[in-house]
């Protein structure tokens, strides 16, 4: 046999024996290459797995952990909001006491009897200014005078009239009601 092996070897191959030689390798090649990389999509799938279980399970005590510190904020912000809307609600009765006293008290009275003068004196101001020009047409030559006395009471009457528009809005926005905040 060993000299069958010398002949093919030594006498020339023809072009369809190199090709299914070629083949053969070919195929053997393919297939060892086939081999090597599904062992290596094992291998790679493997460790993927063991890498993601082992930070899933790191991950999961401290989420844990987070999970309970979340919580315990939200109770400590719960005991907050209680003290707050007990604290409110201590506020609204005191703002209704202190309305009540506001109403009663003195200054309310002050500033009607401010208003009734203010009204007095306007009235005193026109009669006085009817009277003057009353006056003036009875006295000859008295153009000037009336002139200047009418200029300073017009004057005077609109002083008065400025007194009483800042009494009412005193008296409106004690009237209003206040948004609690307050007016921006």
Do not use: C
Not at 36 to 55: E, H
Not at 57 to 86: F, H, I, N, R
Not at 94 to 111: D, F, W, Y
Not at 132 to 144: F, I
């Amino acid at each position: 046999m060993a000299e069958a092996e010398d002949k093919d070897e030594q006498e020339p191959l023809t072009a369809e024996q190199r090709l299914d030689q070629l083949e053969k390798k070919l195929s053997v090649s393919k297939m060892i290459l086939f081999v090597i990389a599904l062992f290596l999509i094992i291998i790679i799938s493997v460790s993927i797995t063991a890498f993601s279980l082992f930070v899933v399970k790191d991950s999961g005590e401290e989420s844990t952990q987070a999970v309970l510190d979340v919580q315990a904020e939200l109770m400590s912000s719960k005991e907050q909001l209680a003290v707050q809307d007990a604290r409110i609600a201590e506020l609204a009765i005191t703002l209704v006491k202190q309305e009540s006293q506001l109403a009663n008290s003195s200054n309310k009275m002050i500033q009607s009897a401010l208003l009734d003068q203010e009204n007095n004196y306007q009235t005193f101001l026109t009669s006085l200014l009817s009277a003057t020009y009353d006056l003036a047409h009875m006295v000859p030559g008295s153009r000037a005078w009336l002139e200047l006395y009418s200029a300073q009471i017009d004057e005077l009457m609109a002083l008065s009239q400025a007194r009483v528009k800042k009494l009412s809005l005193l008296e409106t926005s004690d009237k209003k009601e206040d948004s609690f905040f307050g007016d921006f």
